[in-house]
């Protein structure tokens, strides 16, 4: 069993920065895939960024590349998603989670653990 509880949501205006957090705790937190998902009222949750488990390889959704970047911290049982150049579409309910894959995957279906989310909201 893996816990995943988020962090660092906010209010921010358009442009602005945000680092979301996920500490993770139970099971060996290095032996999953982590990604994050979004959220917004009314849509169906979404892939936004993935990381394996040994930080060796990373992907993007086209509409957050070159804005987002997903990172992990072994040590801190933490992974990170810095979202740089926010726009308002970006708000929604940021969501990590855990996958027992040694690829990226980016179906919710495939991933077993989630956190409870945390909102970030952009203001134009």
């Known amino acids: 069993q893996v816990q995943l509880v988020e962090s660092g949501g906010g209010l921010v205006q358009a442009g602005g920065s945000l680092r979301l957090s996920c500490a993770a705790s139970?099971?060996?937190?290095?032996?999953?895939?982590m990604g994050w998902f979004r959220q917004a009222p009314g849509k169906e949750r979404e892939f936004v960024a993935a990381?394996?488990?040994?930080?060796?390889?990373?992907l993007y959704a086209d509409s957050v590349k070159g804005r987002f970047t997903i990172s992990r911290d072994t040590a801190k049982n933490t992974v990170y998603l810095q979202m740089n150049s926010l726009k308002p579409e970006d708000t929604a309910v940021y969501y990590c989670?855990?996958?027992?894959?040694?690829?990226?995957?980016?179906?919710?279906?495939?991933?077993?653990?989630w956190g409870q989310g945390t909102q970030v909201t952009v203001s134009s």
């Open positions: 139970g099971r060996t937190f290095s032996g999953y895939t």
């Open positions: 990381i394996t488990r040994s930080a060796d390889s990373t």
């Open positions: 989670a855990a996958a027992i894959f040694p690829a990226i995957v980016v179906h919710p279906n495939d991933y077993y653990y």
